[in-house]
């Protein structure tokens, strides 16, 4: 109630009480007093009782969040604890597998690893063979089997065409692990050549992005370099720009041109083989000069079974020349410098003309 609502109310109280004048006015104003200060009381009161309501509210909250931290310091040290306890017995299992596999190479009889399947994955990329192999050894030499027993280990971890592979062999040659070796990397040319092939011929794959591609191919190379030897750039460059110049150059263009230390080799071996049988327009013929074939389709070029009857307007009679040397065996002792016949104006070193 106001301040106004209680004068009122006092004076009609007061009139009605028979006060009236001066004491009319100072009995008004005692009760309005009274009434404000037991107001000002009451609402002090109900502050004070906030103020203690919000505090035990507040140390209440405190209280709380204490005891979650607490819990929650419990459970990390005991979380900690389960894992040290964890990692304490594996270091102890290892460590016992470890002293026993030392034991049993240093003495008694050798176990048979071949009839237990080691604790690594079977070979599903037979294209990577040759890293799975690495991965293979590292894990025999760690846990110290002996080499003997490598190849019948690794029969247990093969699969499908590498299996296949490995039951074709001859006993003798499946119970060598360099020999098996040797005929899986060959196989799924993982060898030197197979990583040239493979890099000379490599493609993106499906779904594959750029970065995997160049990692792949820069495998490929690697790996190529790394079989055949190579340490130094001057080394690599050759084989490199060899393989590129036999992919650029018709067979007739390395043969005619005498290529023996780059191409010769790789031409008997199988090695280089033309893309196409078309020849283009520009190619000049050794034979004739003549452009548009090879020498070795030229049609004016003699058959080298009876090169004595190819030859025109020449008598054909045994080489009597004057001019030529006397020799003992004309096909196997040929002049460095030609001599000519009188009449035919030709070559002796052929013998007949």
């Known amino acids: ?83 040290e306890l964890r990692r304490m017995e594996l270091e102890a299992e290892t460590k016992k597998l470890e002293i026993g596999s030392r034991a049993s190479v240093v003495a008694g009889p050798k176990p048979s690893y071949g009839a237990q ?45 590498a299996l296949s592979i490995f039951l074709s062999l001859s006993p003798a040659e499946g119970s060598d692990y360099q020999a098996v070796k040797r005929v899986l990397l060959q196989r799924f040319g993982c060898d030197r050549n197979g990583f040239r092939s493979k890099f000379l011929s490599v493609k993106p794959q499906e779904a594959e992005d750029f970065g995997t591609f160049i990692n792949r191919a820069r495998r490929y190379f690697d790996r190529w370099v790394e079989l055949s030897g190579v340490s130094t750039l001057e080394g690599l460059s050759y084989p490199v720009c060899s393989e590129i110049a036999l992919q650029a150059c018709d067979e007739d263009f390395v043969a005619d041109r005498n290529s023996s230390n780059v191409a010769g080799k790789n031409v008997s071996q199988g090695r280089f083989r ?19 074939h090879v020498r070795r389709k030229c ?12 030859v025109p307007d020449s008598p054909s009679h045994s080489c009597e020349c004057p001019g030529r040397p006397k020799e003992a065996n004309v096909a196997f002792s040929v002049p460095e410098l030609p001599y000519h016949c009188c009449a035919a104006k030709m070559d002796c070193t052929l013998g007949v003309h």
């Open 274 to 292: 033309p893309s196409s049988d078309s020849v283009s327009s520009n190619v000049t013929c050794f034979q004739c000069g003549g452009k548009g």
């Open 1 to 83: 109630m106001s301040e106004l609502d209680l004068y009122a109310k006092y004076l009609d109280l007061g009139v009605k009480l028979g006060r009236s004048g001066e004491d009319l006015a100072t009995w008004v104003e005692d009760k309005v007093r009274q009434d404000m200060e037991r107001n000002d009381r009451q609402i002090e009161r109900e502050r004070k009782r906030e103020e203690m309501e919000m505090q035990k509210q507040k140390e209440e909250m405190e209280v709380k969040k204490q005891r979650e931290e607490i819990a929650f310091r419990r459970e990390e040290k005991e979380r900690e604890s389960q894992l």
């Open 117 to 161: 399947r080691p604790k690594i994955p079977l070979l599903h990329d037979p294209s990577q063979v040759d890293l799975y192999l690495e991965r293979f050894e590292r894990h025999a030499t760690a846990f110290g089997w002996p080499e003997s027993e490598w190849a019948s280990c690794l029969s247990n971890l093969l699969q499908d065409e």
């Open 299 to 310: 049609p004016s070029r003699p058959k080298e079974a009876n090169f004595a009857s190819s």
